[in-house]
């Protein structure tokens, strides 16, 4: 089946840093993932940043100048890279791709 696995979640103190990783599996062609996106238990999922095929990026204005999203091609890659971290940036985080379904996630905790 063709999924987004992400990974690189974890424990981190308030300020730390993360890098998270994702690939699009089970699909003999690339499919891109295009952006990251958030949920809180009891909330809805969120953006948090996307980028376009010609590079340019956006983010939620909560993340600004903390996350940066990036792609290597060569890997078929998507990252995103988290400093300065908060506990409101605890939740777990899921890569998006438009031509699959959600994957499993990789939670992230921050604590003070």
Do not use: H
């Amino acid at each position: 089946q063709v999924q987004p696995v992400e990974s690189g979640g974890g424990l981190v103190q308030a300020g730390g840093s993360l890098r998270l990783s994702c690939e699009v599996s089970g699909s003999v062609f690339r499919i891109r993932a295009t952006a990251w996106y958030r949920q809180v238990p009891g909330n809805q999922r969120e953006l948090v940043a996307a980028i376009a095929s010609g590079g340019t990026t956006n983010y939620a204005d909560s993340v600004k100048g903390r996350f940066t999203i990036s792609e290597d091609n060569a890997k078929k890659t998507l990252y995103l890279q988290m400093n300065s971290l908060k506990p409101e940036d605890t939740a777990v985080y899921y890569c998006y791709s438009p031509l699959s379904p959600w994957g499993q996630g990789t939670r992230v905790t921050v604590f003070s």
